[in-house]
């Protein structure tokens, strides 16, 4: 535990001189044999090929580097490798290895540096633009006729709907995500049915990423996290379905990555069930979700006043 602290403030060491433009620190924390690849940029040998690179780069300005998703793997008592997505003002990407060593003075080190740029942009992206719209498993089965009908969700649809018209008005990012079991015997989401498709009030255009998942979890096995490291985004307004299942899930597993979430409490559906003695109504259940939520989980907005908190 010791070492796994130790190598984690060293790396937010690092992020914070990075982050104000303090370069030669940052190249200071490299070993004098240190490597640094960076895929599509190639391979730096040396703390002086290093630290060129770093002094090229920091001409364009970078800033407000974030790490998400962060995995550290002790490998013994001098070292760890420390593996993240990063996002910054004008680039992002993801981390595959940063080798960490315990130097003779004490202090950490690192001693190989391998990640990679997936976009990089010739401009800081504006704030609104790190912000995307997530609309979960609006699909017909949730609908009236369909084979999982939740309660009241067309209202739920005409608010995700309204965001929707403002995200795509002011050309913010919007992703659907859509759920297919991959049982053929499913009772709702199977596959080559009328059910999986998004329902039309809120079908994507071409130019929206669609992430097909197979569990509850949006993260596991999809393009979903990749995506917002392509886009640069920070924050998740998220609409959709069910509030006790996928709702519930994306924004626990988002706010563990290090993503801020806003989830749209009139954009939310969910069923009726019943457990034991007790039977709660879809509403009921959305309040519920939304309450677990808000202990670190979510903010709860409703589309109004996100509305007039973001024109």
């Known amino acids: 535990m010791a070492i796994r602290q130790a190598v984690m403030q060293a790396s937010r060491e690092w992020i914070t001189d990075f982050n104000q433009g303090n370069v030669q620190a940052c190249i200071e924390r490299y070993l004098p044999e240190a490597s640094m690849q960076i895929s599509p940029f190639g391979r730096f040998d040396g703390v002086d090929a290093i630290g060129t690179f770093w002094n090229e780069f920091a001409k364009s300005g970078p800033a407000q580097l974030v790490y998400r998703n962060v995995e550290i793997k002790v490998l013994n008592d001098k070292q760890a490798i420390l593996s993240a997505n990063w996002s910054m003002n004008i680039a992002s990407g993801f981390i595959s290895k940063e080798l960490w060593t315990l130097n003779e003075d004490g202090q950490w080190y690192l001693e190989e540096d391998d990640f990679s740029v997936l ?105 979903l996290e990749q995506t917002l490291i392509d886009l640069g985004i920070e924050k998740l307004v998220i609409v959709g379905a069910m509030a006790q299942a996928c709702i519930q899930t994306i924004a626990r597993s988002a706010t563990n990555k290090g ?53």
Do not use: M
């Open 259 to 311: 993503y801020h979430c806003e989830v749209i409490s009139d954009a939310i559906a969910a069923p009726t069930l019943s457990y034991g003695e007790h039977s709660f109504s879809g509403a009921q259940l959305v309040s519920a979700n939304l309450l677990s939520l808000s202990f670190g989980g979510a903010e709860a907005i409703t589309t109004a006043q996100w509305l007039s908190d973001n024109r």
């Open 119 to 223: 976009t990089q942009l010739s401009a800081p992206l504006a704030p609104q633009q790190r912000t995307a719209l997530i609309l979960v498993d609006l699909q017909n089965d949730y609908f009236t006729a369909g084979r999982f009908e939740l309660d009241d969700t067309n209202k739920a649809a005409k608010q995700a709907k309204t965001l929707l018209t403002h995200f795509r008005e002011q050309a913010l990012p919007v992703i659907h995500i859509q759920h297919i079991f991959e049982d053929n015997n499913a009772p709702f989401f199977a596959a080559n049915t009328s059910g999986i498709t998004i329902e039309a009030s809120v079908a994507p255009l071409e130019n929206e990423p669609v992430i097909v998942k197979h569990q509850i979890d949006s993260f596991i096995n999809t393009s």
